[in-house]
T-cell receptor, first 109, second 116 residues
Framework: GQNIDQPTEMTATEGAIVQINCTYQTSGFNGLFWYQQHAGEAPTFLSYNVLDGLEEKGRFSSFLSRSKGYSYLLLKELQMKDSASYLCAVRDSNYQLIWGAGTKLIIKP | ETGVTQTPRHLVMGMTNKKSLKCEQHLGHNAMYWYKQSAKKPLELMFVYSLEERVENNSVPSRFSPECPNSSHLFLHLHTLQPEDSALYLC???????????????FGPGTRLLVL
């Protein structure tokens, strides 16, 4: 079966750095997405990786290793507004999105 | 209005009621989706309308019935729901690529549904 694993919950301190990991086992691979979802709001697109390596976008970076079935989302200079759930999703060989259950990130002052 | 909108934002219904959820996208996309989001579970894809064809998830109960009158509007008709259907229902849209692969999905704010 197809599976996406990510930690259920993480806690970090304002101003610090946090890395949210995502491992996947899917039938084929056509890209990996990270979304941010604040409580009671829509998931919003953060990043897309299809080739190995690091994609940097401001305070957020996303890394992909296709050979290891692994990605991480790196958040720097954490702010209180970064408290949210972070969803990892992989597009399989049929171009269907397979979703992880999300990681709830709690930022403490 | 911009992006993807959904109404109502909150809905409480009894098991014998009939109600409909509405989604509208203002992005010019050609694919629309219904997802169910339950606490601590992955998003569950319910239905996809892509290039005016409906792709159905066979595990969705018949008490959920989608309707897509055009590329901008999507409905989810609900009838005789069960308490376990209580969840956040999200609509999304995307642009189908030339090879058939959908691009990034953009989500609406969701309808929080409670079935009593």
């Amino acid at each position: 079966g197809q599976n996406i694993d990510q930690p259920t919950e993480m806690t970090a301190t304002e101003g610090a750095i946090v890395q949210i990991n995502c491992t996947y086992q899917t039938s084929g691979f056509n890209g990996l997405f990270w979304y941010q979802q604040h409580a009671g709001e829509a998931p919003t697109f953060l990043s897309y990786n299809v080739l190995d390596g690091l994609e940097e976008k401001g305070r957020f970076s996303s890394f992909l290793s296709r050979s290891k079935g692994y990605s991480y989302l790196l958040l720097k200079e954490l702010q209180m507004k970064d408290s949210a759930s972070y969803l990892c999703a992989v597009r399989d060989s049929n171009y269907q999105l397979i979703w992880g259950a999300g990681t709830k990130l709690i930022i403490k002052p | 209005e911009t992006g993807v909108t959904q109404t109502p934002r909150h809905l409480v219904m009894g098991m014998t009621n009939k109600k409909s959820l509405k989604c509208e996208q203002h992005l010019g996309h050609n694919a629309m989706y219904w997802y169910k989001q339950s606490a601590k579970k992955p998003l569950e894809l319910m239905f996809v309308y892509s290039l005016e064809e409906r792709v159905e998830n066979n595990s969705v109960p018949s008490r959920f019935s989608p309707e897509c009158p055009n590329s901008s509007h999507l409905f989810l008709h609900l009838h005789t729901l069960q308490p376990e259907d209580s969840a956040l229902y999200l609509c999304a849209s995307s642009q189908e690529g030339p090879a058939g692969g959908a691009e990034t999905q953009y989500f609406g704010p969701g309808t929080r549904l409670l079935v009593l």
